[in-house]
């Protein structure tokens, strides 16, 4: 509850000089700070009220001031908070960004009547709810929406990230953004990575490689049934020439040359079967590497074992398929020089220790 402060004491402040009343508001808000542990409300009130007054006479300079002072402060004087929180930005941030006297509700409002450098720095509270981040979501646009997703604490309804996605098909600094949370829907991410420009999708891979080996797991597993009649069969018909590339890797004969013969010849039996043996794949996955829409497998693993570009480019040829994009050499050599080595061998990595516990069987 408000209390008013005594006439007599307004009328001193009113009339004092600029000076006189900035110090006036630091000696009570140290005195306030000084005694805020153990203060009730009814005093608390009392403060606030002094403080406003004060606060509503000052250089913006000071009010920032006073804003970072009370950021923090869990007791706060509640009007003086809401009020420098309403402030310009450069009041307002502090209290935006860290104040625990600030209600969703007065986010929101806030978020609302003063637009997106309030928005912004409201993203950036720790622990803030759904209710807020759809507020923000809905209503603000791609900065607040990054300034949204990096705050890992936030939490984020389903509606919230539908908005999210919606704005990063256009934004690539949001689509990274997105691709960092550990709480963004499976099926978001497939988006995200299907939406991302190559050189967007390489970064994706370095700050989200587990989430991106688990994407490309779970398509394996997803597409095995429609592969697994075909994949027998294959394998039958090129039992003989895989046996004889088998012994040549036992041998330590077999090269990244061999691949790329076999391939110029069009031995696609041979050439996965030498891929798979030198980079060690799960023959599931193996399979899949020609077969599958998503390019990047076929980069990932060439990428993890070391080899060049002539070698990816000539393995092309067994990818041709309608479901398949348009074969783009400049496009796909810039993603493939972009993609780390060592985040396609922590795919690698990841997919062998599935294969360890039974979920696929490997060549050899």
Request: proline content about 4%; glycine content about 6%; overall charge negative.
């Amino acid at each position: 509850m408000a209390i008013p402060i005594p006439h007599d004491i307004a009328s001193n402040l009113a009339s004092a000089g600029p000076e006189k009343r900035l110090q006036t508001l630091r000696s009570v808000t140290d005195l306030f700070l000084k005694q805020a542990d153990g203060l009730v409300e009814e005093q608390v009130a009392l403060f606030d009220q002094v403080i406003l007054f004060l606060a509503q006479r000052i250089e913006i300079y000071a009010r920032a001031e006073l804003a970072e002072r009370l950021a923090d402060v869990p007791n706060a004087p509640p009007e003086t908070i809401l009020k420098l929180a309403s402030d310009d930005i450069q009041v307002a941030r502090p209290i935006l960004e860290r104040s625990p006297r600030l209600s969703d509700g007065d986010l929101v409002s806030i978020a609302l009547a003063f637009g997106r450098d309030h928005m912004i720095a409201i993203g950036t509270r720790p622990e803030i709810g759904e209710t807020v981040t759809d507020a923000l979501a809905i209503h603000g646009d791609a900065a607040v929406a990054c300034a949204v997703s990096r705050n890992a604490t936030a939490r984020i309804s389903a509606t919230g990230f539908g908005r999210l996605m919606a704005l990063a098909a256009r934004d690539d600094e949001l689509q990274l953004a997105l691709g960092e949370r550990e709480d963004l829907p499976q099926e978001h991410l497939e988006s995200l990575i299907g939406m991302a420009k190559d050189m967007v999708r390489a970064r994706l891979c370095a700050v989200a490689d587990s989430r991106l080996a688990g994407l490309v797991a779970a398509a394996i597993d997803k597409g095995a049934s429609r592969f697994t009649e075909s994949g027998a069969l294959a394998r039958r018909a090129e039992a003989r020439d895989i046996e004889e590339v088998t012994l040549r890797f036992q041998r330590g004969e077999l090269t990244e040359g061999d691949v790329v013969a076999y391939a110029r010849d069009g031995r696609r039996g041979q050439a996965l079967a030498a891929l798979a043996l030198l980079a060690q794949l799960p023959r599931a996955i193996a399979d899949r590497v020609f077969v599958d829409p998503d390019e990047d497998l076929l980069l990932i693993v060439c990428k993890a074992v070391g080899f060049s570009w002539r070698t990816v480019h000539a393995l092309q040829r067994f990818r041709l398929a309608p479901s398949h994009k348009p074969y783009d050499p400049e496009r796909l050599q810039d993603s493939y020089e972009r993609l780390n080595p060592t985040t396609a061998g922590r795919v690698i990595r990841f997919l062998h220790a599935r294969d360890a516990h039974g979920a696929l069987s490997v060549v050899q």
